[in-house]
């Protein structure tokens, strides 16, 4: 099994920043994407963006240039740098893991890991 635990979100005011980090822990062999997504209320679940084992990153169109996710392979946490905030990110923003897990000395997977959210309201 794989935990994430999120942080960072809050209450910021249009143009302002927020740092969202996800650490992922447990039986992990190796992590091959993690990501941000985001849902606000009465609409899906949207990508934000995501960066791979490799370093490679993709962002939505709405938060390229604004948005920066990195990610410290050593502690297997990624972080979402979001800067010059608007009221249209207002959202639950999740974090999300594909993964190998490592049971018996075995390597299997991939799975899919969700976090429980952080709430980031941007108020006008």
């Known amino acids: 099994q794989v935990q994430l635990v999120e942080s960072g979100g809050g209450l910021v005011q249009a143009g302002g920043s927020l740092r969202l980090p996800c650490a992922a822990s447990?039986?992990?062999?190796?992590?091959?994407?993690m990501g941000w997504y985001r849902q606000a209320p009465g609409k899906q679940r949207e990508l934000v963006a995501t960066?791979?084992?490799?370093?490679?990153?993709n962002y939505q169109d709405s938060v390229k240039g604004r948005f920066t996710i990195s990610r410290d392979t050593s502690k297997n946490t990624v972080y979402l740098q979001m800067n010059s905030l608007k009221p249209e990110d207002t959202a639950l923003y999740l974090c999300?893991?594909?993964?190998?897990?490592?049971?018996?000395?075995?390597?299997?997977?991939?799975?899919?890991?969700w976090g429980q959210g952080t709430q980031v309201t941007v108020s006008s």
């Open positions: 999300n893991v594909d993964v190998s897990l490592l049971r018996n000395g075995i390597p299997f997977g991939p799975y899919t890991y």
């Open positions: 960066i791979t084992s490799g370093g490679s990153t």
């Open positions: 447990g039986s992990i062999f190796s992590i091959h994407v």
